[in-house]
């Protein structure tokens, strides 16, 4: 992608799953890149630190915090381009700290738009989810779908996405709204379900899970990144809310037995109660309607879910050392 080559861009969320593999792919096509990382004493870059060493020296480093506005606005100048992906992200966490969610999501997302509006960006990616649809009221969901806070995450994204159209209509702010489904591949940590499954079929014969039921679309993520590649030099997508997802369900159960056969075992499921949603809060079905997708972006998934979790598999299992396979991560 010729477009990217020489743009100034900021990734807010650069050290986490998704950000990580869009700031190495954004490096590669020669975009130079700011990635805004909170700031931690032991100067730690999240997920930066899995790519290689010539990509990691390729990336301005910028130490912040979202909630902070004169931070997001330093953070913001100069560039053309901004990804806004960084957020607090975990369900069950929100249920302990809801109002770290609201500052976090709402407070920060409300930082950035205003930096981006003042400092005249000429586009601004901001990342949604498909938490914020609920439980499906028809399927597949496309985006004019009701919305519904079954969790305070959701609830917060739900807030920070009605934030930046409010921002399109207001101040003419030239945004774009993706709005990833469930999202799986490398670098993912346990607080995800298909790293949870495989990290402990990989070590147990038994694996603890919460509510095997629902279901759930799954992309691999560099399919999500070419998404995201793509929205940021599409004109038509300005003003647009787009899913993003690959238009297929399955259930966390015959997950579970998916990659129990390309691992070659057989495991036992136990339900463990802590691991379950509130039962007013667990979203039933969540699958895509990614026609949107296909028209504006011309985007289409490439990998297929059996290719994604051999990958997936084969690079947790040349990393397991940095996973704890005994512990729920919420």
Known sequence: MQFY????????????????????????????????????????????????????????????????????????????????????????????????????????????????????????????????????????????????????????????????????????????????????????????????IITQALTSEKIKLGSLEPRRDFTYVTDIIDAFLRVGQCQDAVGQTINVGSGQELSIRDLVKRISSILGKDVQIECEPARIRPKKSEVERLICDNSKAREILHWEPKISLDEGLRKTIQWISENLNRFETGRYAI
Request: charge should be positive; proline fraction near 6%; aromatic fraction near 10%.
């Open 5 to 196: 080559a020489g743009k100034q861009v900021l990734v807010t969320g650069a050290g986490g799953f998704i950000g990580s593999h869009l700031t190495e792919e954004l490096v590669k096509l020669g975009t130079k890149v700011r990635a805004f990382l909170r700031y931690n004493s032991q100067k730690r870059q999240g997920l930066i630190e899995c790519l290689p060493k010539d990509i990691q020296v390729s990336i301005d480093i910028f130490w912040g915090d979202l909630k902070d506005p004169q931070a997001v606005a330093k953070a913001v100048s100069g560039v053309e381009i901004v990804f806004h992906l960084g957020a607090l992200i975990s369900i069950p966490y929100s249920y302990f700290n809801p109002s770290d969610f609201v500052q976090t999501n709402v407070v920060g997302t409300s930082n950035i738009l205003n930096a981006c509006k003042d400092h005249q960006v000429e586009k601004l990616i901001h990342t949604s989810t498909s938490e914020v649809y609920g439980t499906a009221q028809y399927a597949p969901i496309d985006e004019v779908h009701p919305l519904q806070g079954q969790s305070p995450y959701s609830a917060t994204k739900i807030g920070t996405d009605k934030l930046a159209e409010s921002y399109y209509r207001s101040f003419a702010l030239p945004l774009v709204i993706l709005r990833p489904f469930n999202t799986y591949g490398p670098r993912q940590s346990t607080r995800a379900i298909i790293p949870t």
